[in-house]
């Protein structure tokens, strides 16, 4: 396991289709992330587990998107109903927190999925 | 809540000069701070990271920042750059101990120019 994995890494699609993301986080990580990046601009935080919990959504993440990370290994991020705005680099991270709440500070990132709503 | 001000959206420099990447951020608690770097079609990539201690921080191919409290910048900076630094750079904050998201600024994009 070299680094945090995403899948696909292209997906072209028309409005009105749904689509789904998966993430393979490096494996002894307990937290993942996800963020989207339009052109142009820094990372946006949309979403992260801890383990298995979904611990903080972004206003960002409309009821249009779904995130699980069920066995608290990979996750998965669905978009229902695409809009053409929702054409994007969705980033996944993870990273390795402590049990106390420290944190090493550091996330890692996969390549990202890129989005293409037509 | 945090955020973070890059304040050049492209900085253009030739090889071998100097270069200094601008990063201020707000917060009104004790924060972790990061300088990640993404080059063309690929994923981010950590340059350096500010946790505590010394406030100069060394990060990898010849960047460093200092991080400075009083007027709560964060500068990347790097003596002599060359071709393969074309990237862009972004700042990013995260909150100390028990923070959860990572915020970032909105980029940099350095180009050097032979």
């Known amino acids: 396991d070299t680094g945090v994995s995403q899948d696909p890494r292209h997906k072209i699609t028309k409005r009105g289709q749904n689509v789904t993301f998966r993430c393979d986080p490096i494996?002894?990580?307990?937290?993942l992330y996800w963020y989207r990046q339009t052109l142009g601009q820094g990372p946006e935080f949309l979403t992260y587990?801890?383990?298995?919990?979904?611990?903080?959504k972004s206003r960002l993440l409309s009821d249009r998107f779904s995130a699980e990370r069920p066995k608290g290994s990979f996750s998965t991020l669905e978009i229902q109903r695409t809009e053409q705005g929702d054409s994007a680099m969705y980033l996944c991270a993870s990273s390795l927190e402590g049990l106390a709440g420290e944190n090493t500070g550091e996330l890692f990132f996969g390549e990202g999925s890129r989005l293409t709503v037509l | 809540a945090q955020s973070v001000t890059q304040l050049d959206s492209q900085v253009p420099v030739f090889e071998e000069a100097p270069v200094e990447l601008r990063c201020n951020y707000s917060?009104?608690?004790?924060?972790?701070l990061f300088w990640y770097v993404q080059y063309p079609n690929q994923g981010l990539q950590l340059l350096l990271k500010y946790l505590s201690g010394s406030t100069l921080v060394k990060g990898i191919n010849g960047f460093e920042a200092e991080f400075n409290k009083s007027q709560t910048s964060f500068h990347l900076r790097k003596p002599s750059v060359h071709i393969s630094d074309t990237a862009e750079y972004f700042c990013?904050?995260?909150?100390?101990?028990?923070?959860?998201?990572?915020?970032f600024g909105e980029g940099t994009q350095l180009t050097v120019n032979p």
């Open positions: 587990f801890q383990n298995e919990a979904q611990l903080e």
């Open positions: 990013a904050v995260r909150k100390g101990t028990s923070g959860s998201r990572l915020t």
């Open positions: 917060s009104s608690v004790s924060v972790y």
């Open positions: 494996s002894e990580h307990n937290r």
